[in-house]
Each structure stands twice: as structure tokens, then as C-alpha cells.
């Protein structure tokens, strides 16, 4: 019988730089999982640091190289979206590599104060204020333009400017959200979030044009979907970048579009995305209109999340039981949960990559994975390349471990970290890994498993 790593090894090209086998153990980006497993034991989410840098890095050398491909005039800016992860080991290793800062609520200026009193960002920093922005939010914007910081709201309907109309910084850069048509078989037509084109001029003539303190700077376009090689987001931007023309025509100091929607995280081994062409095909499109136009190019920003920090994390659990349900449904139950610790499995039927931790010389079987939680959507049963599961047999005396990876973005804030969660159950310990300067693996532990003390105090109970 076929043993699990001949099957990995005829379904996908494998060993890759960030996954191989030494002496039946899976190593993740070099890192032994076997030896984090046996320090810090299961459930276990961790957070490999040196990942987010070399995604920076690598997209900013490929945006480099495009805008010297086509001389592309404008400048480029990476932006972080704190949204996707806040931790502060994410910030932290994220701004090491020259970025700025996108944020969507009241309560991500706080995170911003304490970075720069930490000496993490300066007041040069670009900071950019999306979404839909209660008082408090406001006030918060408010506060950074008197302070100094290079804050940029960005509007998201035509009476926020007036927000900022008592502001006592004399200059103030904003940008305007475009509301984007979504993607065909959305629920809706149009983004409920920004202003919609045929408002943007009115917005600009009646709010800014002869406001001496507003100067409109940068036109922001998010497409909820991310940037992918479709009809619809080429028609999207195209339409985006031919109101850029239009408005820049009026708006001297208009020089700045936003391509907000990022770019796609790896998800399965077979996962295929030319991330080079994409960006020569955004840069070439956008040189085109202008010059078509007879407008200058703009300076870009991008906003990367998940792109940032996704591919940084991964998930472990134990197999610690298996329950044979029909003829042909067997069960392998993890201690955890999908619903409370991967979110987005749950609700959004998100795929991760899927492996073995131990066992891989082992045979392997059809299996459907199961949580603790007394929900039925409990489940994981089928992957990004196929509508099944495939794990090892443990021998009676063995333990099974397995990982799911690139689970670092959103799920720790969707599923609630540290809180209450489906059946109480527990947050998994929480361990960062990062690398000396001699390339040694150092690990730390952030946070311990959840304990009944804490939910009892949540609770109420104490």
C-alpha cells in the first residue's frame, strides 16, 4: 500500500522551499514541528515571523522592477491593513520593512499612538483612515492631524469632511473612496462602502475644490474579491483609473490612487498565481489610460493583509480519537475546533493547506475531520484541489498530528481571542517563532491555553 508521502509527491510538486520531510516529520519554512509540538503540545496556533518580511520584501522588489520595466513615472507605497492581524509582533516585524499603516476603526488609532511611542512608526508614516467612521473614529483622526501625523482620511461618504472642518492642522491631505460595483454574483450591485462615481465630483467641487484647508490627494478603489486576473477587476480598474483622469483634470493635487483588494494567499500546493505579471499588467494598465488621457501617472499605494501575514501562521492539532460512523465515514476528532479557533472554514468554507505533521511513511486513508464544539458544521472534509481528505493510519500506539497553514490573518479576531467562544471552548496556546542572527529558530511563548478561570471572570462568575 501507498504510503502519504508518495501520495503528496505524485498530487503536487513537493518538497518546496516552505514545506519538506526529514526522517517522517514535516518541517515548515525549515521550522521542526515535531520539536514545537513536543515543547508546547496541542491545539498550538503558531506565528513564523520571518515570512511577513519576505513577503514585503518580495513585493516591493517586483513593483520596483515593473515600474522600471515600463518607466513608469509614480511612486509605489506598501500599506499594511492592521485589520487582518493587530498583534503587535505582526506591526512590529511588518514595519521593519518600510511600510505604512492602513486602518478601518476607532480603535486601531491607539495601536498607532502606542507604535510610535514605542519608536516603531514616525509622524512620516503614512497613515490611512478607511471605512465607515462613527465620532470617535473622527475624533481619533482629529487628534493625529493636530500631532503631526501624516493621517490621510479617506472619505467614505459626502458629509464626513465636515468632521474635520474645525481641525486646527493647517493643511489637511484626504483621499475619497470609490464605491466599486462588486463582482457579478455578489448579493449586491454596488460596495455599500465609499461614494459612488457619480457623487465624486459634486463632493470635490461643493467640499474642497475652495476649501483652503482640504486638499483632495488620492483616490482609493477596493475590490472585495482581490486582485485576480478577471474581466471584472480589468473592467473595474479600468473604470477607476478613467475617473482618476477625469478628476485629476480639475484636481491639480490629485496624484495618488489606492488599489485596495489584495492579493491571494496560497491556500493548496497546487496553488498557481503569477504575482510578477500581475503587477506588470497594473502597472502597464494604469501608464495606458494616463497617457491616453493625457494626465501623469499616479503614485500607487496597495493595501495588503492577508497577503502580509497569512502565509506567517499556522494551526496544529492532535488526532485523539477516530469514530467510524457509517461503513464509509470515519472520523478523525482534533482537539480544537473549527468553528471557534479557523473561523473562516466555517463560515466562509475557506481551504488551507492540509498536512500531516508526523507519519508520513505511514499508509493513508479517506478521512473526515471533526471538532469539539456539539455544532454539526464542525467539520473539515474536503481540501482546495479535492472534494476529500486524505491523512495517515497511525499505528495503535501513535499520535497524529496535523497542521493547517496559512491560517495568520483574521481568524483570531474573527473567532474571538481569549474570549468566549462556542461550548467554552478554549483558545489554543500561542507560540512566535522567529530566527537569530545566526538564522537559529527561537521560539517564545505568547499566550498560554485559555483557562476556566478567565471565562469565568468573563462570565461574570467571579
Known sequence: MKSYIDLIEQTFEFPNPEFKVKKNELFFNDVPLMKIIEEYGTPLKISYLPKIGQHIRDCKEMFANAIKKYKYKGNYTYCYCTKSSHFSFVLEEALKNDIHLETSSAFDLPIIKALYEKGKITKNTFIICNGYKRPLYTEYINE????GFNCMPILDNLKEITAYENNSAEKINVGIRIAADEEPNFAFYTSRLGVRYSDIDILYKEKIANNDKFSLKMLHFFINTGIKDTAYYWSELSRFMYKYCELKKICPDLDTVDIGGGFPIQTS??????????IEQII????????????PVPNIFTEFGSYTVAESGATIYAVIDQKLQNDKELWYMIDGSFITQ????????????????????????????GGLTCDSQDYYN????????????PESTETQYIGFFHTGAYQESLGGYGGIQHCLVPAPKHVIISRDKKGKVVTELFAPEQDSESMLKLLGYK
Open 342 to 369: 479557523l473561523p473562516d472554514v466555517w463560515g466562509m468554507n475557506q481551504k488551507y493547506i492540509m498536512l500531516a505533521v508526523n507519519n508520513w511513511d505511514n499508509p493513508f486513508h479517506k478521512v473526515n475531520l
Open 269 to 278: 500546493l497546487a496553488f498557481e498565481y503569477d504575482y510578477k505579471y500581475m
Open 284 to 295: 502597464e494598465n494604469i501608464q495606458w489610460i494616463c497617457q491616453k488621457n493625457h494626465v
Open 144 to 147: 493625529l492631524l493636530e500631532d
Open 382 to 393: 474536503s481540501e482546495a484541489h479535492t472534494s476529500e481528505v486524505f491523512l495517515p493510519i
